[in-house]
């Protein structure tokens, strides 16, 4: 069965497969992916696939930012 942990784990990979792919530094990606967790959950009752609709998110910012479009606010 799967722990927390490997559940940490893979994300942790994930975020660092993003910021190679987007060639961003690790630390802002994980700030993005912090961020876009924080405020997923922020509205949140269920928080099973939070990690992944976070991940999502930070990669269509990360896409946006470099076809040069405007982040929304």
Do not use: C, W
């Amino acid at each position: 069965m799967p722990t927390l942990f490997s559940k940490e784990s893979h994300h942790q990979r994930a975020i660092e497969v993003l910021a190679a792919e987007s060639q961003v530094p690790v630390n802002e990606v994980a700030r993005l992916y912090e961020d876009a967790r924080a405020e997923l959950e922020a509205g949140a009752r269920i928080r099973n696939f939070l990690g992944i609709f976070a991940l999502r998110k930070v990669r269509k910012t990360l896409l946006e930012r470099s076809r040069g479009k405007p982040r929304a606010a």
